[in-house]
């Protein structure tokens, strides 16, 4: 079976998006893990699938990871997804679901494309955490860094607190951290230095995908969490190593991440040439 496919990206935060809105696609995870595989493969941070809307949305964005688990959500690229289907539609807003939810999109003058990424949640079961504890404060360090802050987006995020982000090396600490008993379904680590009350630096270990250039939902946990210890405002930019992203968590508990996004090339994939 041979499809098109687009490689998109979100600040460098890189995808490999098919399209089975007409029909459904055999990608399994051993499939898309191959397809991820930057040597082998076409290589990407994560594969996106786009599916039939359903419940309230105009199209469901399945996300499956470099190591062929799904993720419940991905903010660069539901920017990405949202951007695509805005100009097949000739629209200006989309609703797109995942498996975490429904996530509304817009396009801002510019071309910036912003989504309602949902309420963070915070309670330790919604993180989810292993046992009952204050998500505010996690009993959880390694070497240089202690005492993350924890929410979901969707999906799992920790963040540490750190005052010279040049000095952790995340690609080392990372793995451990992401698989931590605590984390019952592994968690994104990210590591933030604060740079004003609305500029914060960050840095994600992504879970299932490793260090990337930029994650959108780890940006608006770093944004909640930080906001939430008192070190930052309730709106920031976040300066990704991609690039940056403006996110703003309002009174209503939901987050709005902002940001651009980019089409790098089409081609044919020939799906049977990896492993089912």
Same mark, same amino acid.
């Given at each position: &079976?041979?499809?098109?496919?687009?490689?998109?990206?979100?600040?460098?935060?890189? @995808?490999?998006?098919?399209?089975?809105?007409?029909?459904?696609?055999?990608?399994?995870?051993?499939?898309?893990?191959?397809?991820?595989?930057?040597?082998?493969? $076409?290589?990407?941070?994560?594969?996106?699938?786009? =599916?039939?809307?359903?419940?309230?949305?105009?199209? @469901?964005?399945?996300?499956? +990871?470099?190591?062929?688990? =799904?993720?419940?959500?991905?903010?660069?690229?539901? /920017?990405?997804?949202?951007?695509?289907?805005?100009?097949?539609?000739?629209?200006?807003?989309?609703?797109?679901?995942?498996?975490?939810?429904?996530?509304?999109? =817009?396009?801002?003058? %510019?071309?910036? $494309?912003?989504?309602?990424?949902?309420?963070?949640?915070?309670?330790?079961?919604?993180?989810?955490?292993? /046992?009952? &504890?204050?998500?505010?404060?996690?009993?959880?360090?390694?070497?240089?860094?202690?005492?993350?802050?924890?929410?979901? &987006?969707?999906?799992?995020?920790?963040?540490? @607190?750190?005052?010279?982000?040049?000095?952790?090396?995340?690609?080392?600490?990372?793995?451990?951290?992401?698989?931590?008993?605590?984390?019952?379904?592994?968690?994104? $680590?990210? @590591?933030?230095?604060?740079?004003?009350?609305?500029?914060?630096?960050?840095?994600?270990?992504?879970?299932?995908?490793?260090?990337?250039?930029?994650?959108?939902?780890?940006?608006?946990?770093?944004?909640? +969490?930080?906001?939430?210890? %008192?070190?930052?405002?309730?709106?920031?930019?976040?300066?990704?190593? %991609?690039?940056?992203?403006?996110? =703003?968590? /309002?009174?209503?508990?939901?987050?709005?991440?902002?940001?651009?996004?980019?089409?790098?090339?089409?081609?044919? $994939?020939?799906?049977?040439?990896?492993?089912?």
């Amino acid at each position: &079976m041979i499809i098109p496919f687009r490689k998109m990206h979100g600040l460098g935060n890189d @995808f490999v998006v098919l399209d089975a809105r007409r029909a459904p696609l055999p990608v399994t995870p051993a499939r898309a893990a191959a397809i991820a595989d930057r040597h082998r493969g $076409i290589g990407c941070d994560q594969l996106i699938i786009m =599916e039939p809307g359903r419940e309230g949305a105009d199209l @469901f964005m399945r996300i499956l +990871n470099p190591d062929g688990s =799904e993720a419940g959500a991905c903010g660069n690229a539901t /920017r990405c997804i949202a951007d695509l289907a805005m100009a097949e539609a000739g629209t200006e807003a989309v609703t797109i679901r995942t498996i975490s939810g429904l996530l509304p999109s =817009e396009t801002l003058p %510019g071309g910036i $494309i912003r989504v309602d990424m949902g309420p963070a949640r915070l309670g330790w079961a919604d993180v989810p955490l292993a /046992r009952e &504890m204050d998500t505010l404060h996690l009993p959880l360090s390694a070497d240089g860094v202690s005492d993350p802050a924890a929410c979901s &987006m969707g999906n799992p995020h920790a963040t540490f @607190f750190v005052p010279d982000l040049d000095a952790i090396d995340a690609a080392r600490i990372g793995p451990a951290l992401e698989h931590d008993a605590l984390f019952p379904q592994r968690a994104n $680590i990210g @590591f933030v230095q604060v740079l004003a009350p609305d500029h914060i630096r960050l840095v994600v270990w992504e879970r299932g995908a490793g260090l990337t250039l930029a994650c959108g939902s780890g940006a608006c946990a770093a944004l909640v +969490n930080t906001a939430r210890r %008192g070190l930052c405002g309730r709106a920031a930019t976040v300066s990704l190593p %991609g690039g940056d992203l403006h996110i =703003e968590w /309002r009174v209503d508990g939901h987050v709005l991440m902002s940001g651009p996004t980019a089409t790098a090339f089409t081609g044919m $994939i020939e799906l049977d040439a990896y492993p089912a």
